[in-house]
């Protein structure tokens, strides 16, 4: 290789580097998984490698195409793999830093509540949506970068907006209120007090666990203020995964840009929790995911800073 042809490749790994936090941002928030959002951010690296650099006009916007385009692909070929999974399915939790806590569009873009709404979207209308709504994209620019007429992709926006707003309900963001509410029932679950239990949870609270078949979980969802509670009034006197309650540790963290809680045991993680909150401020939705597969991101404790 060449000196002009290092000096290349050095300035196209710059330009890459420049757009990677955006292109795991977008991958992820289409896919729902870190894995496979760091799969295709990989793979679009190897393609603006290969590809004819000098006839980009637009790195960031050739970058997001490619990006959008392998996350469509991806999600289509794990549709039927999500379609039969044992009880409910829950995108993979990350780590995210204090900035996109912060920043209450960007954590309420990446929250685990509007992921699963997601998730019921074809792969072009979330697509779509991600890059209008999260990324404010102009709709040629949309596009462009899913290979669509710009009509076809006003629908698919719209559709997509339609059913997120019918589905993912917004109340005001009270960021310290949702982290002592957290904190509240974190200490509640932990020393068996079901009566703060009781204060901290909305009347029709929803309990979702994601074990995928692998540890032992409900397969439908739990409801109900009293049952809830008394499922986690119960959690710190019960041996869970087979690690009594004493070798066990948990901690409030931020998760999917709002507070969450990390279980883990004496070698592994073992479970996270995100909340969900209604007008009222109290937990409205638990996420539980204790899928061992999905808790990879977790356990190599890499904090995100998502646009």
Known sequence: MTQRQAQQTDAD?????????????????????????????QDAWLKWSAADRSQVADPKAYLARI?????????????HQRETYVGPWLPEPIL???????????????????LVVLE????????VFVLKEVFAFSYGEIAEAVERSEPAVRQAAHRAREHVQARRPRF????AGQRDVTERFFAAATGGDINTLMEVLSPDVTLWTDGGGKVRQALKPVIGLETVARWFAG???ATYQGVEPGRMRAEVTTINGGPGVVFRGPERVMATMTFDFDAQGRISTIHNVA?????????????HELL
């Open 172 to 175: 005001s963001a009270d960021r």
């Open 291 to 303: 899928n061992p597969d999905k808790l990879h991101a977790i356990a190599d404790g890499v904090r």
């Open 13 to 41: 790994q710059l330009v890459f580097q420049q757009y990677r936090t955006l292109l795991f941002s977008v991958a992820y928030r289409i896919l729902g998984s870190a894995c496979d959002a760091e799969d295709v951010v």
């Open 96 to 114: 995210t830093g204090p900035d996109t806590a912060e920043g209450i569009a960007a954590a309420d873009s990446v929250s685990t509540a509007l």
């Open 235 to 237: 959690l710190g006197a």
């Open 120 to 127: 019921t979207l074809s792969p072009l209308e979330r697509a």
């Open 67 to 79: 990006v959008s385009n392998l996350a469509m692909e991806q999600l289509r070929s794990t549709r």
